[in-house]
């Protein structure tokens, strides 16, 4: 827990003994990393007019479109967002999916932030490059505290 208040939170919560929708109401965005039930419940914790953006998916119907998919494949696509897109109407607030691309602009501005202090970079371990398969195992099993690193030297 200390961990996580050193990195900059100011609330903690243990996902394996605490339900976070009973603990937080009222934010303005939520970052979703996981989508199912944990998406359904981060729509509930914000405030009207809120936001979820989600990586796990569903995917959106703007994602279809800015992909270039054919209209049978964007009209599938929205079908698979459209009950989390309903719930989100309904609580007044909006769902969008997330696809993230190697971007080399993004990871310049990245590598300011981190320049300037503004972000703090955790390496939990790192593995020589003849060991990825254990680095993967290990991100697998769970217990590296921060990102694993493959060095290729
Ligand atoms: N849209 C995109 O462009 C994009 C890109 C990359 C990944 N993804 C997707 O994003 C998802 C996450 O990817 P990832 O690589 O970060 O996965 P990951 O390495 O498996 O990390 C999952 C994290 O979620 C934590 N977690 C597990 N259950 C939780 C819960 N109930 N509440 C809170 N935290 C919980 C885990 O904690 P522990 O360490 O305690 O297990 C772990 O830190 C995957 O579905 C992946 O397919 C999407």
Redesign the pocket.
């Known amino acids: 827990m200390d961990f996580v208040r050193e990195l900059g939170a100011d609330i903690v919560?243990d996902?394996?003994s605490q339900d976070?929708e009973q603990l937080l109401s009222g934010y303005d965005l939520v970052l979703d990393?996981?989508?199912g039930e944990?998406l359904e419940k981060s729509l509930r914790v914000l405030k009207p007019g809120g936001k979820a953006i989600?990586?796990?998916?569903p995917?959106d119907p703007a994602f279809a479109r800015e992909a270039g998919l054919n209209p049978v494949l964007r009209l599938a696509i929205s079908g698979l967002s459209a009950g989390i897109r309903r719930q989100a109407r309904k609580l007044g607030v909006s769902y969008q999916?997330?696809?993230?691309?190697a971007s080399g602009d993004q990871l310049r501005q990245i590598t300011a932030l981190i320049d300037d202090g503004a972000l703090r970079p955790v390496v939990g371990r790192v593995f020589p490059f003849g060991q990825t398969v254990e680095a993967l195992e290990g991100?697998?099993k769970?217990?590296?505290r921060g990102k694993a690193v493959v060095s290729n030297p």
Do not use: C, V
């Open positions: 919560i996902y394996r976070f990393s996981l989508g944990n989600g990586i796990a998916g995917p999916f997330l696809f993230m691309r991100l697998e769970g217990g590296i």
